[in-house]
């Protein structure tokens, strides 16, 4: 690229040695980040919802975590924990009125949650010694919060569709076991 006059590419490049990052975010005025992502996009009031995280550094690199959920009366609901990458998830059932932050060990910041909602699906999917078994909860009067389906898709291909029948506020299953079995990843 040397011959072609104005095509030399230049690019800044951080270099990190075996100096302890926390100690230069410390020096740097960085705080982590906390983000949370809850299964289904909302949490919903008065349902079991499982809420991820995520915990980075002010340059995005990922942090072990630990901490508590509490009310906004401060009142303890649950710890957490980051498990890889500073990933990890936590069960909440949020009340109908209220909100809820976290705080990290070692920290005084406050880190919102969503806000919950009335209306809207919580589903959940875990591994157990009979397979995958899921659950569907819902809370609304709306035809739209009423399941009908569960679709299984992968790669754009339509692996199962299980009809969902009865008018009931919650729905679980655990015989989808061949279907997951049957099914590979390239």
Known sequence: MLNQPGF??????????????????????????LLFFPEGGNMIKGLLNIIAFKAVDRYGMPLPV????KSETGELVTTFKSLHDGMGSFPIIPLPSGSYFATIKGSE?????????DNGIAFSVRNT?????FRIQYNGTG???KPAYLVG??????????????????????SLQ????????N
């Open 8 to 33: 030399v590419f230049h690019k800044r490049v951080s270099i990190w040695g075996k100096e302890d990052k926390k100690k230069n975010d410390e020096i740097a005025g960085g705080k982590p980040q």
């Open 109 to 117: 910041e406050k880190y919102p949650l969503p806000q919950s909602t």
């Open 66 to 69: 630990e901490g508590e959920i």
């Open 153 to 174: 898709q992968m790669e754009n291909q339509v692996l199962f569709k299980h009809p969902i029948a009865g008018d009931k506020k919650k729905y679980q299953e655990s």
């Open 178 to 185: 061949p279907i997951f079995i049957r099914a590979s990843c």
């Open 143 to 145: 035809e739209a919060f």
């Open 129 to 133: 010694a009979k397979g995958k078994q």
